[in-house]
């Protein structure tokens, strides 16, 4: 009769640990990184810098964004066609939205509402009500759309797609398309600046960032890179943030393992730093004094301190980090 | 067959269907048909733009597409890109492995999807495309059907027909305003003393096949190879190939054999495999077998424990099945929606063909083919082809350059250019002919 009862006595021990740990001080600043290959989201606690939190989410999580106040996480489980809705503080499964099918990306209006999302397999994007779960609008694009950003204004959404080689302009008003503008191939990602002056569209194929001007939609530049000692076939544009008061500007370079540091007002390329493999989404933390980059091939995030322009940690996390949302 | 038959009554039907209004939540979202059953019935660009662009009110009236690029100004008329394709049956094998047996819609189901991507992205600029496919038996002649084709209007024409089917259709037309693309014939000759201007090679070569496998071999130290040739022309040419390989890599040939158990050795290979293959020692066995008609008989049935590889076992090629990264899953999965089928290398050579033109239409927005010739030639055209890195076509011989795709049956090993083999223009080029090797003179 002894044993039971010890395992029960452990159990409970190890009840209360996992307690503790799934609660700490909720002080610092987390972050929460989408794992595409073993289906699981990691939390970091920006603190410590320590992993503090596995969470099994549906199948194939890629995009991760927040609500504007912090407190939602939303997560595309791509494979099993859904938004999954997550507590911040508690970690746990809130809801889940629609999404149409094989969502890849999505961007929230500012005010928190609705979700705009990118299907890739069918050539639209699905606009939903994040509060009562309502189709909104379905918006034919061009194929393979993924990358999404938004104005600080919320009227216009830009979606790329990637084999059409477009970034469509979308009037938020009326969910019409306005304007479509060519850039390289396989365009992936598109950010707004946050004084809504400038829209950064990179493309991974191409090997350029376009930067728009908003008032014409036309390309005021196309920023290209080089990085001695790597062949210019590896230097693949994805990810892009940048700061809000306009001074830098960061850019993921996937399979060529760099982030880019480039002035937003010059458009010039000043830094390039070494960090994990397929380096694929960036992440800032609230005071944005520090930037987190997925890496997909090394299965880690890397630790970036911004003021110095410093790669300083890098961080085991699950299979396949895809992308990365960082909450107070 | 003529793929556009019906499109127009499919248009119609859609349009009465769907009344434009796509702010509520219909049963059945038209874009969701749009994506299965009106690209997949080539409905003209207008009809789609009319239906999804107009407000609801007008939606049944297909003029003034909003959708189009800004400024107006610069907007060429509406263009339209018609592509022809001519795929002659091949001879089949003395025998077929199940899991080999080529669907009826073998690769013109890549050049189906490759339209429908086509108009996806070319109704934002009033651009249309068009197909019209046509099949030839064995023993009938391609020559007619392509020159049927060009007089119908096509202007870009694919071709999977043997090398000098190919050859002679490209000096019929060597004086007609036509882009012809060469998606079926591997031969090593079409790109080096055959090459013909007027012709563009979308199909990698057989030497950027067994190029892409010598460098795997290398990289692995598998140095030794043991040739072994099947019976057709074309298994002599792959073993060309082989041979040149090893020599440019630094590949050894430490045995060749001419396979000689007839065509079908199914039923004896366990015992004729490994008399067959006492050689001595070796580390890959390199089968020449393009009909398949021994090759996969052979692994496991060695007198050594060693792999296979060639156009059996390990295999170079443009494409696999099984082929994931790079978003090649997303292409997967179109092909797979409409086909219920997995898409095969020459399902994807088609595809290839067909987005060529239209990925240089997108830019030049313009059908003619001296003006799409020029840009598939220019600096500024890059092809997107699932495989991590753009194709582009090589200016001294048309050669598509491309990663080559090393799979086994059930899964991608690898892809080529291996890391560490260099050039000083692009890796892509350490795959087949280089500009100092080409005999190419076009005219």
């Keep these: 009769m002894k044993r039971p009862v010890t395992l029960a006595a452990g159990l409970a021990a190890l009840a209360g640990l996992l307690m503790i740990d799934a609660l700490p001080a909720q002080a610092g600043p987390r972050a929460f990184i989408s794992n595409e290959r073993d289906h699981t989201m990691s939390v970091l606690d920006m603190d410590s810098l320590k992993v503090i939190k596995t969470i099994k989410t549906g199948r194939r999580p890629r995009g991760i964004t927040a609500s504007p106040d912090g407190k939602l996480i939303y997560l595309c489980a791509s494979d099993d066609s859904r938004i999954e809705v997550y507590d911040s503080q508690t970690m746990e499964l809130v809801k889940t939205l629609r999404s149409g099918p094989d969502p890849e990306l999505f961007v929230l209006h500012p005010s928190g509402n609705p979700l705009y999302i990118a299907n890739e397999d069918d050539n639209m994007v699905t606009v939903v009500n994040v509060n009562n779960n309502e189709l909104v609008a379905e918006i034919p694009v061009g194929v393979e759309p993924e990358g999404m950003g938004v104005s600080p204004d919320g009227k216009y959404l830009v979606n790329t797609s990637e084999t059409t080689n477009m970034a469509h302009v979308i009037d938020t008003s009326n969910n019409e398309i306005i304007e479509n503008i060519l850039v390289d191939s396989r365009p992936r990602f598109a950010q707004f600046s946050h004084d809504g002056k400038q829209l950064w569209v990179s493309s991974e194929v191409g090997g350029t960032v376009a930067v728009v001007d908003p008032a014409t939609w036309k390309i005021v530049k196309k920023i290209s890179f080089k990085i001695p000692g790597v062949a210019d076939e590896a230097i693949q544009p994805v990810g892009i943030r940048l700061t809000k008061d306009g001074s830098k500007a960061f850019v993921a370079l996937g399979p060529a393992n760099r982030v880019a540091v480039i002035d937003p007002k010059t458009l010039e390329v000043e830094k390039y730093l070494l960090v994990g493999q397929r380096v694929w989404q960036l992440g800032f933390t609230p005071d944005e004094k520090v930037l987190v980059s997925t890496n997909g091939n090394s299965n880690d995030v890397s630790i970036i301190d911004v003021a110095s322009e410093k790669v300083t940690k890098s961080i085991t996390v699950g299979r396949a980090p895809w992308g990365v949302v960082i909450v107070p | ?443």
């Design chain 2, 1 to 443: 067959m003529n793929w556009m038959a019906g499109a127009a009554t499919a248009a119609r039907l859609l349009s009465s269907r769907f009344p434009g209004s796509r702010h509520g939540t219909p049963a059945l979202p038209p874009s969701r048909l749009l994506a299965s059953g009106m690209l997949a019935a080539g409905l003209s660009v207008s009809c789609l733009l009319g239906l999804f662009a107009a407000p609801p009110a007008l939606a049944q009236q297909p003029a003034s597409p909003p959708l189009a690029a800004k400024p107006a100004a610069t907007i060429p008329p509406e263009q339209t890109f018609n592509i022809g394709v001519v795929r002659q049956i091949p001879e089949l094998p003395p025998w077929v492995a199940p899991l080999q047996m080529p669907p009826d819609d073998l690769g013109i189901a890549g050049a189906e999807l490759g339209i429908r991507d086509n108009l996806t992205s070319g109704r934002f600029l009033k651009l249309d495309y068009k197909l019209t496919t046509e099949t030839v038996p064995t023993d009938g002649d391609p020559l007619p059907v392509a020159q049927k084709l060009y007089d119908a209007g096509n202007r870009f024409i694919l071709l999977d027909v043997p090398a000098d089917q190919l050859l002679r259709i490209s000096d019929a037309m060597k004086d007609s305003d036509v882009i012809l693309l060469n998606v079926g014939a591997p031969d090593d000759r079409l790109r080096q003393e055959d090459c013909r201007a007027n012709v563009f090679h979308i199909v990698p070569s057989r030497s950027m096949l067994t190029d892409a496998l010598a460098q795997f071999l290398i990289t692995k130290r598998w140095n030794n190879w043991f040739l072994m040739v099947g019976r057709t022309d074309a298994d002599k040419l792959y073993a060309d190939a082989v041979r040149h390989s090893a020599k440019k890599f630094g590949g050894k040939i430490v045995a060749e054999k001419v396979w000689d158990y007839g065509p079908d050795a199914r039923a004896t290979a366990q015992s004729e495999v490994p008399r067959g293959t006492q050689v001595g020692e070796y580390d890959m066995l390199i089968v020449a077998d393009e009909l398949g008609e021994f090759g996969d008989i052979l692994p496991y049935n060695t007198w050594l424990s060693r792999p296979v590889a060639g156009t059996q076992g390990l295999m170079p090629l443009s494409w696999h099945e099984t082929m994931e990264n790079w978003a090649a899953s997303q292409l997967q999965s179109r092909f797979f929606k409409t086909t219920k089928r997995l898409m095969r290398p020459l399902d994807y050579q088609f595809w290839e063909g067909v987005v060529a033109i239209g990925s240089a239409g997108i830019k030049t927005r313009n059908s003619d083919v001296k003006t799409v010739r020029d840009f598939m030639l220019g600096p500024g055209y890059d092809l997107p082809v699932f495989k991590g890195v753009a194709a582009t076509f090589r200016g001294w011989d048309h050669q598509l350059r491309q990663p080559i795709v090393l799979a086994q049956p059930t899964n991608m090993v690898s892809l080529s250019p291996q890391e560490g083999f260099l050039h000083q223009v692009t890796p892509l080029d350490t795959l087949g002919f280089d500009k100092p090797e080409t005999k190419c003179k076009f005219n």
